[in-house]
């Protein structure tokens, strides 16, 4: 790339970023909107259930953290499997619209403070996305396919936090 076209690109950036730092690049984007391209085309809240059931298996103790139990078949359940990927696929979409997506995050953490989430609850949340990824795509996640996400996951957690401060 020019230099010419290195600083518009910047300034570009920086008035769709304002002081946000992307958090992915755009290589990173592309893997990640490939992969979940994949993902889209199954049924979204199954994919939601099989990430619940991991969750349970990894941290048992969040099974009585959510008023609706954690029996698949709960209705409240289900709707929370969907939510968590409906959002993810809002991620993906606005991974380059920050005002947007930092805003919705921040409501959503802000929804969220009554349940008083840790560090380690969203971690485990976003192990049990990133191995339900793994365990669809096979080949296709590759290693940088993961950091991708891992990265991507990363910023819907820091920002959910932010949003309930
Ligand atoms: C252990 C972690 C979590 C717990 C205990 C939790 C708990 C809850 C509860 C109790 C509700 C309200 C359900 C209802 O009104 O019936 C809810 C709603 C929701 N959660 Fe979570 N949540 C967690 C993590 C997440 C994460 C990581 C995401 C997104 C990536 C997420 C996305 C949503 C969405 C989209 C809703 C619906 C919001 C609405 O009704 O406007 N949750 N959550």
């Known amino acids: 790339m020019s230099s010419l076209l290195r600083r518009i690109s910047k300034s570009l950036a920086s008035l769709i970023w304002g ?4 958090v992915l690049d755009d290589n990173q984007i592309q893997l990640i909107r490939n992969s979940w391209e994949k993902v889209e085309k199954g049924d979204l809240q199954e994919t939601g259930l099989v990430v619940f059931k991991r969750l349970f298996e990894i941290a048992p103790y969040l099974r009585d953290r959510f008023p609706f139990g954690h029996n698949p078949e709960s209705k409240g359940l289900r709707t929370h499997a ?8 809002v991620a993906v979409k606005n991974l380059d619209n920050p005002v947007i997506l930092k805003n919705k995050l921040l409501e959503l953490g802000q929804f969220h403070k009554p349940f008083g989430l840790t560090d380690t609850d969203y971690q485990n949340v976003g192990a049990a996305i990133l191995w339900t990824l793994a365990a669809g795509l096979g080949e296709d996640f590759t ?3 993961k950091d991708a996400w891992g990265a991507a996951y990363g910023y819907i957690q820091k920002t959910m936090e932010e949003g309930s401060q």
């Not at 969907?82 to 696929?89: A, R, S």
């Open 19 to 22: 002081d946000e730092e992307p």
């Open 82 to 89: 969907l939510g968590v990927m409906e959002t993810v696929g």
């Open 143 to 145: 290693p940088e396919t």
